[in-house]
């Protein structure tokens, strides 16, 4: 299984960014999947999930204030994230994350472990400079 992530950089306060992530070895329909982001020295937290097969509403995290929209594409198992109106406090490596048979709500309620059931990226760094 790989999950690879793109599309992190360097971008000004206000500005958007469109983070996509590809997964591949799995059946991409079969997992939920979600974003996460660690910024240094603070836990890793959720930031927005899709349940598995045909998703339902997103999940988002209370920050993100109707700035970031999740998205998948099951032809080319890709999971984007759209990230406009950015400011500095969203600055962290962003991590995709696929878990096996789960909804948005359990895949955002916790960072799953690694596990023969959930896959994660290694991350695309997102820097918003004020």
């Known amino acids: 299984v790989q999950v690879v992530e793109s599309g992190g950089g360097l971008v000004q306060a206000g500005g958007s960014l469109r983070l996509s992530c590809q997964i591949s070895?799995?059946?991409?329909?079969?997992?939920?999947v979600g974003w996460y982001r660690q910024a240094p020295g603070k836990k890793r937290e959720a930031v927005s999930c899709?349940?598995?097969?045909?998703?339902?509403?997103?999940r988002y995290a209370g920050f993100v204030k109707g700035r970031f929209t999740i998205s998948k594409d099951n032809a080319m198992r890709t999971v984007y994230l759209q990230m406009n109106n950015l400011t500095p406090e969203d600055t962290a490596l962003y991590y995709c994350?696929?878990?096996?048979?789960?909804?948005?709500?359990?895949?955002?309620?916790?960072?799953?472990?690694?596990?023969?059931?959930?896959?994660w990226g290694q991350g695309t760094q997102v820097t918003v400079s004020s």
């Open positions: 994350v696929a878990e096996y048979g789960v909804f948005g709500s359990t895949l955002c309620a916790r960072p799953p472990p690694v596990s023969g059931k959930s896959y």
């Open positions: 899709l349940d598995w097969g045909n998703p339902g509403e997103p």
């Open positions: 070895g799995l059946v991409f329909t079969d997992y939920g």
